[in-house]
């Protein structure tokens, strides 16, 4: 290694040079909130909303020197982007992801959920995101067809959300072959059945099933989403999550 490049790296730079960072994407729902805990609890430093500091560029090189570890609602292709502009170091790549009917009944969920928490914590979300929340509070959510037109009335928030963070915006109608080659990148990918393993690689921490974080009940009756009205427009409107879920589960990626 050249004396004059390494003389021009900071401290955290020359500490962390040999070690990987650690980056988890973070899909809406998909027990993010859980797997940040740990990575906070592993004793390495690392941001667990990467979101606000890969809007400020003249910021991230210095602050990914200092960080083990990334994690954020960001899509893959920000993330790698982003990286691969501040730091020379190897990236490990981990998600989660659910099934695709579980994690937009979450999501709808999660959306009635901050108006019930309150105060600033509702007061500091983005005016449109406080337009849906009050949209689907109140609407009848029992109602199948008010289901739908609600997720159709914000489809870039429900539909197919899980690929567009896993794959990228450009995700198509992918082969088995695509899917595999899109998806080498990352070390694993968790899903309900493996959630404590990718814990536990991710953060060398053993999972306790005591410390899920943000679980709500449902503010709506579940069962709407078994009705058949539901269930066939998410077939086809949200096929790509569908085909991403069906791969990573058949393939223990």
Request: hydrophobic share 35%.
């Amino acid at each position: 290694m050249p004396i004059q490049w390494m003389n021009s790296l900071s401290r955290h730079e020359r500490l962390n040079r040999f070690n990987p960072i650690t980056a988890f994407i973070h899909v809406p729902k998909t027990a993010g909130s859980t797997v940040n805990s740990y990575l906070q609890q592993s004793g390495t430093a690392g941001v667990a909303h990467v979101e606000a500091l890969f809007k400020q560029p003249d910021k991230v090189k210095s602050a990914i020197a200092r960080y083990r570890w990334v994690s954020g609602h960001v899509t893959f292709p920000k993330m790698r982007a982003t990286l691969s502009k501040a730091s020379r170091r190897k990236v490990r790549y981990f998600t989660a992801i659910r099934s695709p009917d579980k994690q937009i009944m979450s999501h709808l969920n999660w959306l009635i959920e901050i108006y019930h928490k309150g105060g600033k914590f509702y007061d500091n979300h983005p005016p449109a995101v406080k337009r849906i929340s009050e949209r689907i509070r109140t609407s009848d959510t029992s109602d199948p067809r008010v289901i739908v037109e609600l997720l159709n009335s914000a489809q870039g928030l429900f539909l197919n959300c899980q690929s567009r963070f896993v794959l990228g915006p450009d995700r198509g109608n992918l082969s088995h072959d695509e899917m595999a080659q899109r998806l080498e990148v990352y070390e694993m990918i968790g899903t309900e059945g493996t959630l404590p393993l990718l814990i536990e690689r991710i953060s060398g921490i053993e999972y306790q099933d005591s410390e899920r974080k943000n679980v709500s009940p449902y503010h709506f009756p579940a069962e709407v989403f078994r009705d058949s009205f539901v269930v066939d427009y998410l077939r086809e409107r949200n096929a790509a999550d569908e085909a991403l879920y069906e791969y990573v589960k058949s393939n223990d990626c």
